[in-house]
């Protein structure tokens, strides 16, 4: 059986809330926060773990450092500890969007 699950996010909304460290914390692993570089990756990575969340069924849970979207390489990103899914993160202007499908 397989399940998806899809996120978009306003890159400008991630803007304003990772400059709360309280929420960069809550949020995002060490391994994440030093990836990013900007509110873009923030929000591709935050897009991304809705889209898990939501594939598996569970909606939101906290704390979401649970989940962590790393990259390997080449950049391609992955859940940390979940073989059986694929993920995909894109940015286009002022959106972030992300994938997860789970078999």
């Given at each position: 059986?397989?399940?998806i699950?899809?996120?978009?996010?306003?890159?400008?909304?991630?803007?304003?809330?990772?400059?709360?460290?309280?929420?960069?914390?809550?949020?995002?692993?060490?391994?994440?926060?030093?990836?990013?570089?900007?509110?873009?990756?923030?929000?591709?990575?935050?897009?991304?773990?809705?889209?898990?969340?939501?594939?598996?069924?569970?909606?939101?849970?906290?704390?979401?450092?649970?989940?962590?979207?790393?990259?390997?390489?080449?950049?391609?990103?992955?859940?940390?500890?979940?073989?059986?899914?694929?993920?995909?993160i894109?940015?286009?202007?002022?959106?972030?969007?992300?994938?997860?499908?789970?078999?």
């Open positions: 059986m397989f399940k699950g899809t996120d978009i996010v306003q890159i400008s909304r991630m803007e304003e809330s990772i400059k709360s460290k309280a929420f960069l914390s809550r949020v995002f692993t060490e391994g994440e926060r030093e990836y990013c570089r900007n509110a873009e990756s923030f929000a591709g990575i935050f897009a991304c773990k809705e889209a898990y969340f939501k594939a598996i069924g569970t909606g939101i849970r906290l704390p979401m450092t649970d989940v962590e979207i790393l990259h390997d390489d080449k950049g391609r990103p992955y859940i940390n500890g979940v073989s059986n899914c694929d993920v995909s894109s940015h286009d202007g002022e959106y972030a969007i992300a994938a997860v499908i789970i078999w």
